[in-house]
């Protein structure tokens, strides 16, 4: 057990700003199981989603999402956070083309403020 600290608790900032965004993702985890889940909002870092089915933190996944009427992505991510069915993942791996159109398709969305106690 660690002691309490009269020192207030740090706060990591984000990678990058989230915007909201709206659209359906294809969660496959390395067992081969595939689920579906709604993607909340999106950053050239990470998205956060609800998915009915349960995943475990730090698990590695492939997410395929439409961004756009002619763009998929397929990202290698890892589940970093869970709280009830809301989960966010952290992108592992992205093209150069790949974080050009994700900031193409977040440019018009509104940012979400950083809430550190999330």
Do not use: C, N
């Not at 989230?18 to 067992?31: D, G, L």
């Not at 889940?37 to 933190?57: I, K, N």
């Amino acid at each position: 057990m660690v002691p309490p600290s009269d020192e207030p608790a740090k706060i990591v900032p984000r990678i990058a700003p989230r915007y909201q965004f709206e659209a359906r993702v294809t969660i496959q985890t390395h067992h081969g199981v595939a689920t579906e889940g709604w993607v909340r909002d999106l950053s050239e870092s990470g998205l956060g989603a609800f998915v009915a089915r349960q995943l475990v933190v730090g698990e590695k996944v492939t997410l395929t999402l439409q961004i756009a009427e002619s763009v998929r992505l397929v990202i290698p991510a890892v589940v970093s956070v869970s709280v009830g069915t809301r989960y966010g993942f952290r992108f592992l791996a992205l093209s150069a083309e790949q974080r050009a159109q994700i900031g193409l398709a977040i440019q018009q969305q509104p940012a979400i403020p950083f809430l550190h106690d999330e």
